[in-house]
């Protein structure tokens, strides 16, 4: 397995990527890079696309304009081109789900090995060395409960690997699932609102959790977060987006500050002619 | 403690009650009697009666007693005591024909479950495993019955050479039906599903040159064991089973090897199932079954997936149709109708979608039962309605509903 690139190297490039469903453009001519080792916001009022952006890098949906090219250390891939089971294979993009979309009634532990197919269906031979026992699938198998033992460790569930994934607590069920991506193999990670639904002792926890991911796996992660305490205080680079358009870019303190944003959030004034108020928009 | 009657639950009863009605005037409240004059109608509306005040007193009971007690909760060692019971059914199956009250009637019966029971574990790999909704599932049953028979008869081929090529071409039906319905699920999938199941039907009961038409397939070829016949008289060039092993000739002999052979099928079946159950394919099966996108996102290929699962499902029901066939010695299409279709199904759900162990329980319920009591005649299918009833009252989820992980950390299960 290739190493992750360098720090700070673009990783994913999103080239004037347009999403439309009949009329309206979900994602408008957008174009933003998203490097490794660094953690990439992309944050916006609801409705401003976020998701749809990140189904179109999962090829989930296919932009009927512009080029999403992620820098594999093997050469460029085009991920507009490819099926969605192949990004995860191939361009090794791993994503969660803004609802929580784990195997339920599987077991944690089934779970994460469930996310390393590929590796052990090469490994079995397509399931006919597994079936005649060889020493082979063995191997392959115990290299897969490793991982993700380490895993589990990483995001404190070991004690929970043999208990139903549906059966978890909502946090926990929020952490398996940025473990079943991790398994994958990651070279980019897309978190979907990983914090939503989190109390702040849980959300604290996540923060340490995608730094260590950051710092340690070296990967690059890509997050839509509504939680501003999380965006603010992890994010190496901020993209915001209204109504499928970027709106501004930049580390999160010029963000915060920048007029446009705080339009979309806040709204402007009915009349554009008015002064605006003495107080309000500033305590952002 | 009983529950509080009141409108909403007179209500539900005289709702239940009108529903037995609407059903039972057509079916109990007329009949056509053969007289002088010709045939005449007649009306039993005393019978429809009976019918809507037992189900309107039915459903009330339902509404007003107290819920039915719960199972005691499953020990947490249930694996294990499920793994026995397995064994101690495996035992009992390969001893039965050897048992004193046993008789050529009983091991008859237990071949017709054990045919049932290897269907519902292939078809457990579609539904139970995969979570496709297959209502036609006969088909393939079919298509491996018919291969056997047109084999054996055009070829002259022997059982042993047929049963793997009619798993394989039963396996190709399912990829062909496996293709076009890749992006359907559930309802959808479960009507295009049985039009494959009817269309396979349509075709042997009108190919006549090929298959017979209705009037099937007769004088098919009986299975050898290593070439030892089992007809009184062995064909030229054979030796009889019986003159091998110097006993008597007896027609038992064959009934108890068709036991055993459909057994051996049987638990290969189940052999096999288990264990692709902690293999990849079966995993992702699974995985599949609880979220098809998140299986995406893994990069789990759900095309090669569903037809994998297609594929083998069929395979089972291909070799247990050409058993069916060699058991029977004659095929025609009214063998594969929808109806059998669902049997199989209801063997699946009841027995707890997924758990093979379940799947026998439901297999002997179902098609053991209403076997035993044939003497109650059109009454036996009555029992069976009302014993589906109760089920689902009691256990709506099926008989063995629990699921044990494939794995566990620290070992394999």
């Not at chain 1, 590929?118 to 079995?124: H, I, N, R, V």
């Not at chain 1, 033992?149 to 929970?160: C, I, N």
């Not at chain 2, 090929?210 to 064991?225: A, D, K, Q, Y």
């Amino acid at each position: 397995m290739s190493e992750p690139p360098a720090s700070g190297e673009a990783l994913l490039d999103v080239d004037h990527v347009t999403m439309r469903f009949g009329g309206l453009f979900a994602v408008n001519d957008l174009s933003f890079s998203a490097r490794s080792r660094q953690i990439t916001a992309v944050i916006g009022p609801n409705g401003a696309g976020k998701t749809t952006l990140f189904n179109c890098i999962t090829g989930f949906y296919k932009p009927q304009v512009g080029r999403l090219t992620l820098h594999h250390p093997q050469g460029p891939l085009l991920l507009e081109r490819l099926d969605d089971h192949v990004i995860s294979r191939r361009a090794r993009v791993a994503r969660t789900f803004q609802n929580i979309r784990l195997f339920a009634r599987m077991s944690v532990l089934e779970n994460l090995i469930v996310a390393q197919h590929t590796a052990l269906m090469a490994a079995s031979a397509f399931s006919l060395a597994g079936l005649l026992g060889l020493h082979r699938y063995r191997d392959a198998e115990r290299r897969a409960v490793a991982k993700a033992r380490h895993w589990l460790d990483r995001m404190a569930l070991t004690g929970l690997a043999d208990e139903a994934a549906g059966s978890l607590p909502y946090g926990h069920q929020r952490r398996l699932e940025i473990a079943r991506a991790m398994c994958t193999d990651p070279l980019l990670l897309c978190l979907d609102e990983p914090a939503a639904g989190l109390n702040p002792r849980e959300s604290a926890e996540l923060n340490r959790l995608l730094r260590s991911i950051r710092d340690q796996d070296g990967i690059g992660l890509l997050l839509i977060e509504h939680d501003m305490s999380v965006v603010m205080e992890i994010s190496d680079h901020v993209v915001v987006l209204d109504y499928g358009k970027k709106i501004a870019e930049g580390n999160p303190a010029e963000v915060k500050r920048d007029p446009a944003v705080i339009r979309a959030y806040l709204g402007e004034p009915d009349d554009a002619d008015l002064p605006p108020e003495p107080t309000g928009s500033a305590s952002c | 403690m009983w529950r509080k009657f009141d409108v909403a639950a007179l209500r539900d009863a005289a709702l239940a009650g009108l529903v037995a009605g609407a059903l039972a005037l057509p079916m109990l409240g007329f009949r056509l009697v053969d007289g002088v004059t010709g045939l005449t109608l007649a009306g039993h509306f005393d019978l429809v009666a009976w019918a809507v005040g037992l189900v309107f007193c039915g459903r009330l009971l339902i509404r007003l007693l107290p819920p039915l007690p719960a199972l005691p909760a499953l020990p947490a060692r249930f694996g294990d005591l499920r793994l026995k019971a397995g064994w101690l059914l495996a035992g009992i199956a390969l001893i039965l024909p050897f048992l004193p009250f046993a008789d050529r009637n009983l091991v008859d019966k237990a071949t017709l479950v054990l045919i049932y029971i290897m269907l519902g574990w292939g078809l457990n790999i579609v539904v139970g495993l995969a979570g496709l909704l297959d209502l036609g599932f006969v088909a393939f049953y079919a298509v491996g019955a018919y291969s056997y028979a047109l084999l054996s008869q055009t070829f002259g081929l022997s059982f042993w050479v047929c049963l793997p090529l009619a798993g394989l071409l039963s396996a190709g039906f399912g990829l062909a039906l496996g293709f076009p319905v890749l992006r359907l699920r559930g309802d959808y999938l479960a009507i295009v599903t049985l039009g494959f199941g009817e269309i396979i039907r349509v075709i042997l009961q009108n190919w006549q040159e090929v298959t017979g038409g209705p009037n099937g397939i007769s004088g098919i070829e009986r299975p050898s064991l290593f070439g030892l016949s089992f007809k009184a008289v062995a064909p030229e060039g054979q030796q009889s089973f019986a003159a091998f092993f110097g006993i008597d000739y007896s027609s038992e002999q064959r009934v108890i090897f068709l036991y055993f052979l459909i057994l051996a099928l049987a638990l290969a079946t189940n052999l096999f199932t288990l264990r692709i159950r902690r293999l990849p394919v079966g995993r992702a099966w699974e995985a599949l079954r609880e979220d098809e996108i998140a299986c995406r996102s893994l990069g789990i290929n759900p095309t090669t997936v569903k037809l994998s699962a297609f594929a083998l499902g069929a395979m089972f029901a291909g070799f247990a149709g050409s058993f069916f066939a060699t058991r029977q010695g004659f095929i025609s299409p009214e063998s594969f109708t929808f109806i059998e279709s669902a049997v199989i199904l209801a063997i699946v759900v009841l027995g707890g979608m997924g758990s093979q162990i379940g799947i026998v329980l439901a297999a002997l319920l179902l098609v053991g039962l209403p076997e035993w009591f044939r003497e109650l005649q059109q009454y036996r299918m009555l029992a069976f309605g009302g014993a589906m009833v109760l089920i689902m009252l009691w256990k709506p989820s099926g008989l063995l509903s629990h699921r044990a992980p494939t794995i566990r950390l620290g070992g394999n299960p």
